[in-house]
């Protein structure tokens, strides 16, 4: 008994702070402790404004010259009607009744509008949804807001029921209530449990639990003193777990406004309520909306990697469904523990495809914790469906050891997500309504709201980029007398870095953008940029001044590269102050990947995430360093890549806010008028950007796919230079198919190299460097970038208008000026309008005039 005191000392304390962390996140909403909610009104009849045969049973609310929006005020459906196309667009399939798949909770999503998942006081998942535990309890309201409606939600009810009663009772507590009670209250617990004379307990008899006897039977409890405690001890006795169904009561609401084409759905964070101890975890909005049928032809658009389509009814019933996070995974939650292939959402879009009919979902508020979920139909149903959902409070799990003993304790996010949840709609039809038309659509909406450059840059070239990574300092382990040390070693100098320049432009390559990795601060894994001291080993300031000469007067836009994100310990990093924590309280590490074991090395050393509160710090002493040695661009290695989040104890920071904490970054960058090269390009990075690279190329590859598209490109074409990643230390194992994918997408080409040989980085921790040696990719890099110049020279700065698959292996990408470009990926020759196309090859027209 002794040993079992610390442990549940400690486990007593940990449940406390535990309690305290669920109830600070609960006070955030208001009436959300079960005891405040008081009975839910109805509201006034809703009054319909206009009507329609076409939406025959449902309420007109608000019009516009494009878009009429109508509701059933019964159970929340809503359905659009798109005036010039005579298409209507429903919240929830009008023949979901028929549906001969969906059965229990998956049929009754298909009526509901949102989705619930929260945590019960077991730390267990379970779920609410508008239809079986609002609509079904007629807990709806409908009332008018500014150019639309709200709709409010309260899930489960107040009244208490049999589930309120404590399923088991040992003989002990049974008599200790019975001796609490009066006659009539003894009678009563007699009737509603009975005696199990093999276990000695008491059961609850449900069969004669209802109407008056129910009420008696929880009056008797009432009456008797049983508590919450009570039921937690009997619980623990007799092995079993329930939920209380009073207890876990909620209210949301969604709110549907007008905009011109389009739909807004809001769901207003301050509007939901939810008990302290059944914390949301997560809500999906509007699964069905515009969901297509069996019959149906089109395609769902997921926003995996550079984009990628999803045929209904595709019959990949075999395959998980799609599921992907907005904007990667949050480094401070989740680390992959292997590398993978898949690709990041970068863009916070989704959509659904019919022939001459489309609608566009842009995430505008919430994007940072949003999912984007698609299935097919054969599986759950009957429809073809995608949706986002959001995060409200995420969880972890914390293990205590004391004594040889242990046990697992959740742990979760003090408050709540400080954002609401807003989708935009966007009804498309025509020539709109494709895969480009979603694009142009996007893209005209970002540059509405400048979320896309509005600067010129200052390179003006004919040519398309050639993006050249080169690799200056490493850490290297090496020895003295047997005695192990770490010391930087050169993989380009900057003497170096002008040799490798001078032989690309003597080769006629007139537009290079080089990127200079491993610069300052103790190489590629630099410490802290607050302070910049160029590294000796490479050539120190003096060099780095005659690199800038040779740079500015070549014309070559030089972006010596920063990571802010991620930083290395030591050297003015305290990872226990300055790096984010995770909700299990430790300092959020990124091992690197043994590539030869495909996992985590935690032999090596990691990389810490930083707090996005040290990101202003870091950003403003970074850019009076920048200014001190007059840099005129900059490489930001990982800012437009990762988005983090920090779960230190009363200094929590989400990733929506840390967000805006990264577009402030941006805007103190851009304010010293720098050009700038990033990676990834997150969305709310791409108004900041000059150049990227190690953009999306290609999709995930899911099974659940059926084509990859090159969405991302025709998003930010004409406006940013963009590359994939290097070719010499990519997947593409066939040069032909990589300046086919360029030439498809529009894509300038990226070389990362070093001056030194391969076998320097053998068996560091820059082994993923295995294949840069310059002198090894010199000819094969040229000829691959003339060949690609020769093509793409003709769009450089034209946005893609459209882009189309032509049949099995063959696309068309049509540009700004009117020039086409057919490529053929097969093995054989294709016929296209005529015209023939060599096996792996292309075509260009312009003007009629083929190439």
């Known amino acids: 008994m002794n040993k079992l005191i610390p442990l549940l000392a400690t486990i007593a304390f940990t449940l406390f702070l535990l309690i305290g962390c669920s109830t600070s ?36 609310v608000i019009e516009n010259e494009n878009l009429q929006l109508f509701i059933d005020d019964k159970n929340g459906n809503i359905a659009i009607h798109h005036k010039k196309t005579g298409k209507v667009w429903y919240s929830n399939p009008p023949e979901r009744a028929n549906d001969a798949i969906a059965t229990g909770v998956n049929k009754s999503l298909l009526s509901a509008q949102m989705q619930i998942d929260f945590y019960n006081r077991f730390n267990q998942l379970n779920s609410v949804n508008t239809f079986s535990d609002s609509v079904a309890n007629e807990q709806i309201r409908v009332e008018e807001v500014n150019d639309g409606i709200r709709v409010t939600y309260r899930f489960g009810k107040t009244e208490k029921s049999v589930e309120d009663l404590p399923l088991m009772l040992s003989k002990d507590r049974y008599e200790e209530l019975n001796n609490k009670l009066d006659k009539n209250g003894q009678r009563s617990l007699m009737i509603a ?11 609850r008899n449900d069969s004669a639990l209802n109407g008056m006897q129910l009420e008696k039977a929880l009056q008797a409890f009432e009456d008797a003193g049983y508590t919450e405690e009570h039921l937690q001890e009997d619980m623990a006795e007799l092995n079993f777990t329930q939920e209380n169904a009073s207890s876990s009561v909620f209210e949301a609401a969604i709110e549907y406004t007008l905009e011109e084409n389009s739909l807004v759905v809001n769901v207003p964070i301050e509007r939901i309520h939810y008990p302290e101890n059944y914390p949301i975890n997560r809500i999906s909005l509007l699964n069905f909306f515009g969901a297509a049928g069996t019959e149906d032809e089109g395609s769902l658009l997921v926003p995996d990697g550079s984009g990628a389509l999803i045929h209904f009814n595709n019959g990949k019933t075999e395959y998980p469904s799609y599921q992907q996070p907005v904007y990667g995974e949050d480094l401070a939650l989740n680390v992959r523990e292997n590398q993978s292939m898949e690709q990041e959402v970068r863009l916070p879009v989704f959509g659904i495809l019919y022939d001459t ?15 984007i979920h698609a299935d097919i139909s054969g599986r759950l149903n009957s429809y073809n469906y995608i949706y986002p959902s959001f995060s409200v409070i995420n969880k972890d799990e914390v293990t205590l050891q004391a004594n040889e003993q242990e046990r697992t304790l ?88 002008k040799v490798i320049l001078a032989k690309l432009k003597s080769k006629n390559i007139n537009h290079i953008q080089l990127k200079y990795s491993g610069w300052f601060n103790g190489g590629v894994n630099h410490k802290v940029p607050t302070k910049i001291k160029v590294d000796d080993v490479i050539g120190g300031s003096k060099g780095l001044k005659r690199l800038m000469e040779y740079t500015n007067e070549n014309d070559i836009p030089l972006f010596p590269d920063v990571a802010l ?66 840099l005129r661009g900059l490489s930001l290695r990982d800012l437009a890549d990762q988005l983090n989040s920090d779960f230190r104890k ?12 990264v577009s402030k970054a941006f805007q103190a960058i851009r304010a010293q008028e720098l050009d700038l090269l990033a990676n990834g390009g997150n969305a709310y990075t791409l108004p900041y950007i000059t150049s990227l690279t190690n953009a999306p190329m290609s999709n995930s590859g899911y099974k659940l796919e059926d084509e990859e598209i090159p969405f991302y490109q025709m998003v930010i074409r004409g406006f940013i230079n963009y590359t994939g990643n290097p070719y010499n230390l990519s997947e593409f194992t066939d040069t032909r198919e990589y300046i086919l994918k360029s030439i498809e997408y529009g894509s300038g080409v990226h070389f990362k190299w070093g001056y030194a040989p391969n076998h320097e ?18 000819k094969e890099a040229v000829e691959i970038y003339q060949e690609i110049n020769q093509v793409l020279s003709q769009v450089v700065n034209e946005q893609i208008q459209t882009h189309e698959k032509l049949q099995d292996g063959v696309f068309k990408t049509v540009y700004g000026n009117g020039v086409a470009i057919i490529v053929n990926y097969n093995q054989t020759e294709v016929t296209v309008d005529g015209k023939k196309i060599e096996a792996m090859n292309y075509v260009t027209v312009t003007g009629g005039d083929e190439k």
């Open 565 to 630: 994100l991620s930083i290395y310990n030591g050297g003015g990093f305290d990872a226990e102050s300055e790096a984010s924590r995770t909700l299990k309280g430790v300092s959020a590490a990124v091992y690197p990947i043994d590539i030869t074991l495909n996992r985590r090395d935690r032999d090596k050393s990691p990389s810490y995430v930083v707090s996005p509160k040290q990101i202003e710090k870091y950003t403003v002493d970074m850019l009076q360093n920048i200014e001190e040695i007059g």
């Open 25 to 60: 996140a609960s006070k955030e909403q208001k009436g959300s402790e079960a005891e405040s909610i008081e009975p839910f009104e109805q509201g006034q009849v809703f009054l319909s404004k206009f009507t329609d045969e076409k939406v025959a049973g449902m309420k007109g």
């Open 410 to 497: 959740p742990k979760f996010q003090e408050k709540p997500m400080k954002t609401d949840y807003t989708v935009r709609y966007i009804f498309l039809n025509g020539d709109k309504a494709t895969y480009s038309g979603m694009a142009k659509s996007y893209q005209e909406y970002l540059a509405r709201r400048d979320g896309l450059p509005q600067f010129k840059s200052k390179n003006n070239k004919k040519d398309v980029p050639f993006f050249l990574d080169l690799v200056g300092a490493i850490n290297k382990q090496k020895h003295f007398v047997g005695i192990p040390y770490h010391a930087l070693e050169s993989l380009t100098s900057f003497e170096e870095a």
């Open 193 to 203: 449990y009975k005696e199990n004379k093999e276990t000695n307990v008491y059961e």
């Open 357 to 371: 009919s489309a609608v566009l979902g842009i995430i505008e508020r919430g994007a940072p914790v949003a999912n």
């Open 761 to 778: 980085v053998k068996d560091t921790e820059f082994d993923y460097l295995y294949s840069i040696n310059y002198a090894a990719w010199m």
């Open 650 to 661: 009363n200094k929590q920071i989400y990733r929506n806010e840390s967000k805006e904490m």
